[in-house]
Protein backbone atom coordinates (compact mmCIF):
# COMPACT_ATOMS: atom_id res chain seq x y z
CA UNK A 1 0.00 0.00 0.00
CA UNK A 2 1.07 3.49 -0.58
CA UNK A 3 1.68 6.79 1.32
CA UNK A 4 2.21 4.50 4.87
CA UNK A 5 -1.09 3.03 4.47
CA UNK A 6 -1.51 -0.67 6.11
CA UNK A 7 -3.80 -3.06 5.36
CA UNK A 8 -5.65 -4.61 8.68
CA UNK A 9 -7.63 -7.61 8.95
CA UNK A 10 -10.17 -8.04 11.56
CA UNK A 11 -11.00 -11.65 13.39
CA UNK A 12 -14.25 -11.22 11.60
CA UNK A 13 -12.51 -10.63 8.26
CA UNK A 14 -13.30 -7.31 7.72
CA UNK A 15 -10.68 -5.18 6.10
CA UNK A 16 -9.86 -1.81 7.45
CA UNK A 17 -6.79 0.74 5.81
CA UNK A 18 -4.64 2.16 8.45
CA UNK A 19 -3.06 5.65 7.55
CA UNK A 20 -2.48 7.84 10.41
CA UNK A 21 -4.05 11.45 10.63
CA UNK A 22 -2.43 14.77 9.76
CA UNK A 23 -1.97 17.49 11.84
CA UNK A 24 -5.03 19.47 10.18
CA UNK A 25 -6.96 16.50 10.70
CA UNK A 26 -5.89 16.07 14.02
CA UNK A 27 -6.76 20.08 14.65
CA UNK A 28 -10.20 19.21 12.81
CA UNK A 29 -10.56 16.80 15.86
CA UNK A 30 -9.63 18.57 18.59
CA UNK A 31 -12.79 21.23 17.17
CA UNK A 32 -14.85 18.12 17.15
CA UNK A 33 -13.92 17.02 20.41
CA UNK A 34 -14.72 20.00 21.99
CA UNK A 35 -13.07 21.62 25.35
CA UNK A 36 -13.54 18.20 27.46
CA UNK A 37 -12.36 15.49 24.83
CA UNK A 38 -9.72 17.64 24.25
CA UNK A 39 -8.75 17.41 27.89
CA UNK A 40 -8.80 13.77 27.91
CA UNK A 41 -5.66 12.30 27.02
CA UNK A 42 -7.00 8.83 26.55
CA UNK A 43 -9.91 9.87 25.06
CA UNK A 44 -8.50 11.87 22.61
CA UNK A 45 -5.74 9.30 21.41
CA UNK A 46 -8.01 6.75 21.03
CA UNK A 47 -10.29 9.18 18.72
CA UNK A 48 -7.07 9.54 16.78
CA UNK A 49 -6.63 5.68 16.11
CA UNK A 50 -10.20 5.17 15.05
CA UNK A 51 -10.09 8.62 13.03
CA UNK A 52 -7.08 7.12 11.14
CA UNK A 53 -9.30 4.12 8.91
CA UNK A 54 -9.19 5.57 5.88
CA UNK A 55 -11.72 2.68 4.39
CA UNK A 56 -13.78 -0.43 5.75
CA UNK A 57 -14.06 -3.53 3.43
CA UNK A 58 -12.35 -1.05 0.13
CA UNK A 59 -15.37 1.57 0.77
CA UNK A 60 -13.75 4.82 1.74
CA UNK A 61 -14.45 6.14 5.24
CA UNK A 62 -14.98 10.41 5.22
CA UNK A 63 -13.26 12.02 8.01
CA UNK A 64 -15.82 12.80 10.82
CA UNK A 65 -17.42 16.31 10.65
CA UNK A 66 -19.07 16.18 14.24
CA UNK A 67 -19.74 13.57 17.57
CA UNK A 68 -22.47 11.57 15.16
CA UNK A 69 -20.22 11.10 12.57
CA UNK A 70 -17.41 10.32 15.03
CA UNK A 71 -19.91 7.61 16.87
CA UNK A 72 -21.00 6.16 13.56
CA UNK A 73 -17.24 5.76 12.50
CA UNK A 74 -16.64 3.76 16.02
CA UNK A 75 -19.71 2.03 15.37
CA UNK A 76 -18.77 1.06 11.93
CA UNK A 77 -14.80 -0.10 12.92
CA UNK A 78 -16.73 -2.12 15.69
CA UNK A 79 -14.76 -4.10 18.63
CA UNK A 80 -12.43 -5.99 16.26
CA UNK A 81 -11.55 -3.86 14.01
CA UNK A 82 -10.47 -1.63 17.62
CA UNK A 83 -8.75 -4.90 18.52
CA UNK A 84 -7.08 -5.14 15.01
CA UNK A 85 -5.56 -1.24 15.22
CA UNK A 86 -4.41 -1.74 19.04
CA UNK A 87 -2.54 -4.66 17.97
CA UNK A 88 -1.05 -2.84 15.11
CA UNK A 89 -0.14 0.10 17.23
CA UNK A 90 1.62 -2.51 20.07
CA UNK A 91 3.55 -4.48 17.15
CA UNK A 92 5.12 -0.90 15.97
CA UNK A 93 5.64 0.09 19.57
CA UNK A 94 7.55 -3.08 20.14
CA UNK A 95 9.14 -2.67 17.01
CA UNK A 96 10.27 0.88 18.25
CA UNK A 97 11.79 -0.59 21.28
CA UNK A 98 13.63 -2.95 20.16
CA UNK A 99 15.72 -0.72 17.39
CA UNK A 100 15.89 1.34 20.09
CA UNK A 101 17.58 -1.47 22.39
CA UNK A 102 20.01 -2.34 19.02
CA UNK A 103 21.09 1.03 19.03
CA UNK A 104 21.77 1.45 22.65
CA UNK A 105 24.06 -1.75 22.30
Same mark, same amino acid.
Given at each position: ????? $?????????? &??????????????? &????????????? $???????????????? @? /??? @?????????????????? $??????? &? /???????????? $????
Amino acid at each position: MNNNT $IKLICESGKE &LTYKEITPSEILDLI &LICGPDGSKNDTY $INIVQQWCSIRSINGI @P /VPF @PKNKNMLDMLANDIGMDG $IKSIEDY &L /VSIESKEDDDIN $IIKN
